[in-house]
């Protein structure tokens, strides 16, 4: 990460005072990257706006509904997950919780997650002003189906835990 950024994986990000807070971010230098499930309501890369936002989508075989967020300042990150998506329903009508992760090895899990799903190049959309949901393109010869890597993942973790 560098010395200033935010991940956010959500399903949803409708909320324009949570959105107005990542434009204003983006302009102060901020590198932001979001995976949006689903509706994605800022529009990331316009020039004096965003142009500190990439954004992907990714729907593929299995629902998720994990929200990881990672900030970072000054090479110091601090991880969150979440119940809500970010929109106004969730954040004003309803109780929702974020909560802090401390221990390292669930945030080196989270962080090798997100880092899986960055690196999608068979599911991953980008999310931009045109909303053409054009296929991420990557110059690496393996394929990366992150839902099918996760489990590929937590699979080895398991069977580390289980065979000692």
């Not at 005072?17 to 302009?27: G, Q, V």
């Not at 995976?35 to 994605?40: A, E, F, H, K, L």
């Not at 190049?121 to 002003?129: G, L, M, Q, Y």
Request: glycine share 4%.
């Amino acid at each position: 990460m560098t010395a200033k950024s935010i991940i956010l994986k959500i399903n949803n990000l409708v909320d324009n005072d949570m959105i107005y807070k990542l434009y204003n971010a983006s302009r102060s230098g901020v590198k932001i990257k979001l995976i949006v499930r689903g509706i994605c309501s800022l529009i990331p890369g316009v020039p004096g706006l965003s142009d500190n936002i990439e954004a992907i989508s990714i729907v593929d075989k299995y629902l998720e509904h994990s929200r990881i967020f990672i900030f970072c300042n000054n090479d110091d990150e601090k991880y969150y997950i979440s119940s809500a998506d970010w929109m106004t329903r969730n954040l004003d009508n309803r109780i929702e919780v974020a909560s802090p992760v401390y221990d390292k090895d669930i945030q080196r899990e989270l962080k090798d997650n997100i880092d899986i799903i960055l690196r999608d190049n068979k599911k991953a959309r980008i999310i931009d002003e045109y909303q053409a949901n054009i296929y991420k393109q990557y110059s690496t010869p393996e394929t990366i189906r992150s839902q099918f890597k996760i489990y590929d993942y937590y699979k080895t973790i398991a069977e580390r835990r289980v065979n000692g």
